[in-house]
């Protein structure tokens, strides 16, 4: 990007939920960015940081997860915690733990479905 206010632009736009904000955030006309975001290289550089934020922010809730699951299972085995919150806590780990599963399938599937469908094409 050629501007300052532009590279200002594309990080308020990853931390305001609308791009009036955004553009006020960083003093920008809003009229310039939404011309700026009916440009390719911009949107492209746009789509490219959200991306990044959006990895980021998978990896750091990832590295939590462990931590996260011995909470939920001490609640869910505390007897001192309402019966009301200890269900909500074996109801958590019995949703996620089926989630997993079932996105594990689904992506079992879809990489045997590509493997095929490479297969098929001679690749």
């Given at each position: 990007m050629k501007s300052s206010k532009r590279e200002l632009l594309l990080s308020a736009l990853l931390t305001n939920p609308t791009v009036r904000e955004a553009a006020?955030?960083?003093?920008?006309?809003?009229?310039?960015?939404?011309?700026?975001?009916?440009?390719?290289d911009f949107v492209r550089e746009?789509?490219?940081?959200?991306?990044?934020?959006?990895?980021?922010a998978s990896s750091f809730l990832q590295s939590r997860i462990s931590e996260a699951t011995g909470i939920v299972c001490s609640i869910m085995r505390n007897e001192k915690v309402s019966p009301r919150?200890?269900?909500?806590?074996?109801?958590?780990?019995?949703?996620?733990?089926?989630?997993a599963v079932e996105q594990e399938q689904i992506i079992q599937r879809i990489e045997a479905l590509e493997s095929s469908a490479m297969g098929d094409s001679g690749q």
């Amino acid at each position: 990007m050629k501007s300052s206010k532009r590279e200002l632009l594309l990080s308020a736009l990853l931390t305001n939920p609308t791009v009036r904000e955004a553009a006020a955030s960083v003093d920008v006309p809003e009229t310039t960015a939404y011309n700026w975001l009916r440009n390719p290289d911009f949107v492209r550089e746009y789509q490219q940081r959200k991306r990044e934020a959006i990895s980021e922010a998978s990896s750091f809730l990832q590295s939590r997860i462990s931590e996260a699951t011995g909470i939920v299972c001490s609640i869910m085995r505390n007897e001192k915690v309402s019966p009301r919150t200890r269900l909500e806590a074996c109801r958590t780990i019995f949703e996620y733990a089926y989630k997993a599963v079932e996105q594990e399938q689904i992506i079992q599937r879809i990489e045997a479905l590509e493997s095929s469908a490479m297969g098929d094409s001679g690749q």
